[in-house]
């Protein structure tokens, strides 16, 4: 069994409503049955959270040191700010991809700069619901090749 830690960031409980021409129509809910339905058939086992706050996050991180053998995250905002993210990633040493709704490199300047990704396997971004999905398969992939 694989286990994967998903975790979202804060205002992505809002998908759906928030800026739907941004980040499309897709409840979170709608997301993370798509990320279950993904793993259908294979032998991975998901927990997902989401949290608009930095300390659950990295307290999400520490825990899933325990039980998880990879991380996939949508940090959001905190993408562009937290070094303290990044820090909980480098500590537990948990492959990680960063996965964005958006193309965050064609968007405001203070998006294109990721602090988290040089701490991560690497990144999707750019293709809505699916960059988690990818984002799945990339990691499992990354996985499997040990
Ligand atoms: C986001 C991009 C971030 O810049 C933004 O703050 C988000 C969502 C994305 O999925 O495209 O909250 O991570």
Redesign the pocket.
């Given at each position: 069994m694989t286990n994967i830690l998903v975790l979202h960031?804060?205002?992505?409980n809002l998908l759906g409503v928030r800026q739907p021409e941004v980040?499309g129509k897709m409840t979170l809910d709608d997301i993370n049955q798509e990320l279950t339905k993904f793993t259908k058939q294979q032998k991975v086992e998901l927990r997902i959270q989401q949290s608009n706050h930095e300390g659950d996050l990295i307290d999400a991180i520490h825990v899933g040191r325990n039980w998880a053998d990879g991380l996939l995250i949508?940090?959001?905002?905190f993408?562009?700010t937290s070094y303290a993210l990044r820090d909980a990633i480098a500590s537990v040493a948990l492959p990680t991809v960063e996965a964005?709704?958006?193309n965050?490199h064609a968007?405001e300047a203070f998006?294109r700069h990721s602090v988290i990704a040089p701490v991560c396997v690497g990144q999707i971004?750019g293709f809505g619901w699916r960059s988690y999905v990818w984002g799945l398969q990339a990691l499992l992939q990354h996985l499997a090749d040990g």
């Open positions: 960031g804060p205002n992505l980040y949508n940090p959001g905002a993408t562009h964005h709704l958006s965050i968007r998006r971004c």
